[in-house]
């Protein structure tokens, strides 16, 4: 692993959470108009047939080992949108926004439990300071319940997504298992929308536009490319840059949706741009010590 593929690694993932915290004004107003995991389902189906359409063959290269890593990553990732979506419906956005960044924390707890990886202080440092910013941008008020639970679970959740990517991208095609990852998200999306209003299509050109746009842009490109990222940078590291996604969510809250930042979201952002700075200009962990492999 180079320098040189771990600063465009790095480069990729912030360019994927702008595109993620961009999309926050376009899923906002396309869920009003749309039920949430019909939305889903529909983003992430299109992106998947997107894909498979450009390369209709790359799933039967990927080998039985892969297919079922990219099955258990999609499990992982669609339990949490899932979890995110459903808590939602009890939990402040902002609270679930915090609850959601918790990612950043599990990631290298959930890494050192299954794979005995070790995470350096300067990591932690960063975790810790990462947390406080989240907690300054979205944190208004906490309330246990039910929502805040299932809310957790879906933190949990991203963590297992990234730990398994990291650990599997290397091994495989980032395309094929990008794909089969999407895919899984799509089944388990549908059948979690049959009961809550079915699968109806978009109801107008402007939210076909919104489900357009987050399935081949938020989707298909930004998962192949987290998933080629994170063949090149270990889970903890990925987990502080992909909290910046609500500093970008902010950014174009405010461009585009007309918001306004308080001086505790400024601050906050700044804490997790830092956090980020932290982990990269701090000293690099011995790449030759074996780790315990997470074998499917």
Same mark, same amino acid.
């Given at each position: 692993m180079t320098r040189r593929s771990e600063a465009l690694a790095i480069l990729a993932l912030v360019g994927i959470t702008a595109v993620w915290g961009a999309t926050f004004v376009l899923v906002k107003d396309a869920i009003a108009r749309m039920p949430v995991m019909a939305f889903l389902a529909w983003r992430f189906g299109i992106a998947t047939l997107a894909m498979v359409a450009l390369r209709p063959r790359s799933v039967a290269g990927l080998g039985r080992r892969g297919r079922r890593a990219g099955a258990l990553l999609g499990l992982a990732l669609g339990t949490g949108y899932a979890a995110q979506t459903f808590g939602l419906r009890t939990t402040p956005a902002s609270v679930s926004g915090f609850i959601t960044g918790m990612f950043v924390v599990f990631t290298p707890l959930i890494g050192g439990l299954l794979l005995h990886q070790r995470v350096g202080l300067p990591a932690w440092v960063a975790v810790a300071v990462a947390t406080c910013g989240l907690a300054l941008?979205? !944190?208004?008020? +906490?309330?246990? &319940?039910?929502?805040? $639970? =299932?809310?957790?679970?879906? %933190?949990?959740?991203?963590?297992?997504?990234?730990?398994?990517?990291?650990?599997?991208?290397?091994?495989?095609?980032?395309?094929? !298992?990008?794909? +089969?990852?999407? &895919?899984?998200?799509? $089944? =388990?999306?549908?059948?979690? %929308?049959?009961?809550?209003?079915?699968?109806?299509p978009p109801p107008d050109a402007g939210v076909w536009g919104a489900v357009g746009l987050t399935a081949i842009l938020a989707t298909a490109l930004a998962f192949v490319g987290q998933t080629w990222a994170q063949a090149h940078l270990p889970p903890a590291r990925t987990a502080v840059v992909l909290t910046l996604e609500p500093v970008f969510a902010g950014v174009f809250g405010v461009l585009l949706g007309g918001d306004r930042l308080g001086v505790a979201t400024v601050v906050g952002a700044a804490l997790v741009i830092a956090?980020?700075?932290?982990?990269?200009?701090?000293?690099?962990?011995?790449?030759?010590?074996?780790?315990?492999?997470?074998e499917v």
């Open positions: 941008i979205s !944190l208004r008020g +906490v309330s246990v &319940g039910r929502g805040e $639970a =299932l809310t957790l679970l879906c %933190a949990v959740c991203f963590a297992l997504h990234i730990v398994g990517l990291g650990e599997w991208s290397s091994r495989h095609d980032a395309f094929p !298992l990008a794909v +089969v990852q999407l &895919g899984s998200v799509t $089944a =388990l999306c549908a059948v979690l %929308a049959l009961p809550l209003g079915g699968l109806a956090a980020m700075l932290i982990i990269e200009l701090s000293p690099r962990p011995d790449a030759a010590r074996p780790v315990e492999r997470l």
